[in-house]
């Protein structure tokens, strides 16, 4: 309580708040008269969202489920509109690959907004089955954003992968989704700007995942063998600096195969992916 004196009206006043000047506005006062300030602080609030858990394309959505320590009521938004959509708690799933979906709650007067929480799920392929010994790596694959699969709610599990294609996996999992840029100007003459996977190209050599094919060219038809794999894999891990020709890594000297003796196209990056456990 503040007694206004001296002064015929009171305006407004000045006080420090949690270190920082507030401003407070107050009705014209007579002298004599006293008023009352209450300051509150405002609190935070934390959302807890579990896993929805993977779900097989034409199954039930899962009704979501989270809460705001301050008890009050979280919205829900999916970042992944095309493969599900979210109505109030309930989700509809729209075709295989990853679903993402944020939990928030924006505060009022007394709590501030929570730190969304995002959960992801994979709406399961067609054809990879539970059991299969790619199943997790592919459900994660989807989950992240990284590949959408192949069509017609499959992931063709055994079909090849092109240079295009593996470009554009590698560069997701970089950089976390599409939302990067490129040069406009083409690296390679046998990619220009309309061609498929064009920007993912045009990144993996900005980042020296690759250097192409041969003098100028990347080759994007052309499959990726498994040694070429080993150095696209370890760059993106290691980085250029470590990875690059010649690299600066530890692996061992000592072939870890019977097929990949010291000296062989990619015979460092191989050893490295067998001493991260990437392959067996």
Request: proline fraction near 5%.
């Amino acid at each position: 309580e503040v007694a206004v004196s001296q002064l015929t009206t009171v305006a407004s006043m000045n006080t420090a708040i949690s270190g920082g000047a507030a401003r407070i506005t107050l009705p014209a006062l007579n002298t004599g008269e006293v008023f009352r300030i209450t300051l509150m602080s405002v609190q935070s609030q934390t959302i807890t969202f579990g896993p929805p858990g993977n779900q097989a394309l034409g199954a039930t959505a899962p009704s979501l489920s989270a809460v705001a320590s301050s008890g009050l009521p979280v919205t829900f938004s999916s970042t992944s509109p095309g493969v599900c959509t979210v109505s109030g708690s309930t989700v509809t799933i729209l075709t295989s690959g990853g679903c993402s979906i944020t939990a928030s709650q924006t505060g009022n007067a007394i709590y501030a907004a929570a730190t969304p929480v995002a959960q992801r799920f994979t709406v399961l392929f067609a054809d990879i089955q539970p059991t299969d010994f790619d199943a997790n790596a592919a459900d994660l694959l989807a989950q992240y954003g990284i590949t959408a699969g192949c069509g017609n709610n499959d992931y063709c599990p055994n079909a090849n992968v092109t240079r295009a294609q593996m470009a554009i996996f590698m560069v997701r999992a970089i950089e976390g989704g599409d939302n990067f840029t490129s040069s406009p100007t083409p690296y390679f003459t046998d990619v220009q700007t309309t061609d498929f996977g064009f920007k993912w190209i045009q990144k993996m050599k900005e980042l020296g995942i690759t250097a192409g094919c041969g003098t100028n060219t990347y080759c994007p038809n052309d499959n990726v063998t498994r040694a070429q794999m080993a150095i696209f894999i370890v760059r993106a891990r290691l980085g250029v600096n470590l990875a690059g020709s010649p690299p600066s890594f530890t692996y061992s000297t000592t072939p870890s195969f019977t097929d990949v003796a010291a000296g062989d196209f990619g015979f460092a990056w191989i050893q490295r992916m067998k001493r991260d456990s990437i392959t067996a």
